[in-house]
């Protein structure tokens, strides 16, 4: 039988994982992060526990964090088994690693633990990176972009590290029942650095702006207009909407990932129809089609005057997809004098080949996607990181997902839902930046200067001791 103590510890656990977890679902909720970790850090840091409760608890957290979730999204088995196997993982560190602060919690100590779950989350979505960054705990920030644009430097660990900060403390001081003014003004300096450094990264002025198109389609789309590969489905599902957007003055249109395959034209013809169509709207085209001969996941790149500039192939492939990928080299071409980057669906949801267009001082970068129902919204959630991390704008067209067009500041100035709307066009001005944020240049060094942190303290103070195998 378990004690109260130890039902109240697996009851916190479980209540920390929902408060964390559900914003995922619904970002609008994001603030709930904001008190999610302290029943379970108020609870294992007030009475002790054995590794066994511990741990239970830590499954009992990430349980109730992913199984919401990947009911909702509807994710294979075998990938529902490795994410909550993952995450099962991640969270039994982090309570045994919260039953630490049980002992004379410390302004030092506060910060430690801080410092070690931005290492765990950046170890959930780089060592199991089924998902990418969509795997972070703090995904759902998306949604108050004026709130986190500090990540311009410190990248999403920087928000894992202030959410679990300013818990902490406030656990420390709960369980001691008074206010410990030291740490108070500790953790409110830090909170004062974050804020000025989230000020001076909305300061910036765009140097540029270009209006770009996107046009996405669903499976009932074929079915309505006809297939894409004849000329009437061509004319009606692409061609069309490439005319509306050029008459509006759209410099750049893009069509959905995977939305041609080769095989059904030949190379040739198809190209043929492509470039003559940019040329006689005067619009550069990115165009998502399936390379079958050479069996890649491709976008083709042409001006507006017909020509083909560049291709460029997907680089991270999901668990369902089995192309030959790309070496993630940047595909940079010029639309109108703005530097403009190309990425694949499942390539927004990492950070290496992102921010190599943001050291390159990229502006726009065109991003077709083919999600399904239950992920469009998560997909576009963590995309909308890219944008404020290298500040450039984004456009994505979708096949069965959200087309949407982003600001470099993390806004949706337009989006359409293929899934319920069908076959869809978007056009809207974006501005253009041409500067490098500290984040595209130095990457997860935030990550790493909190990895050196805990290493540090741990070898000197021998912090991550067994907890005492008492209650």
Known sequence: MFTPKEICCRICGIVSGLLLGLPNLFGVLAPVQCIALLPVLVCVARWKFSCGVLMATGMYMALAYTVPQVIVLLLPVPIVIVLILDFVIVMMLLVLAASCLRSKPTIVKCFVFAALVVVLDWVNFTAIPIWGTAQSIVRPWSSYRHLIAFTSV??????????????????????????????LKAVGLTVAVFVVVNLLSLMGKPVNTIKVAAVGWNKATIEQYGDPHLPDGFENIFAAPVRQAAAQGAKLVISPEMGFYIDKYERSVWIEMVTSLALANNVHLAVGYVDVPRYKNRMLLVDNSGRVIDEYTKTYLTPFENFNKGDGQPTIFNVCGVRTGAMICHDDNYTPISRRYGRAKTGLVAVPTLDWKPVRFAHLQNCIHRTIESRYALVRASYEGISAIISPRGKIIASDDTVTGGLGMIVADVEVYEQRTIFSIFGNWFVLAAAIFVTGYIVKSKWLTKPQNEV
């Open 154 to 183: 410190t990248g999403m660990g920087g928000i894992v590290f202030l959410l679990v900060l300013v818990q902490t403390a406030a656990a420390s001081m709960i369980n001691a029942r008074r206010i410990e003014k030291p740490m």
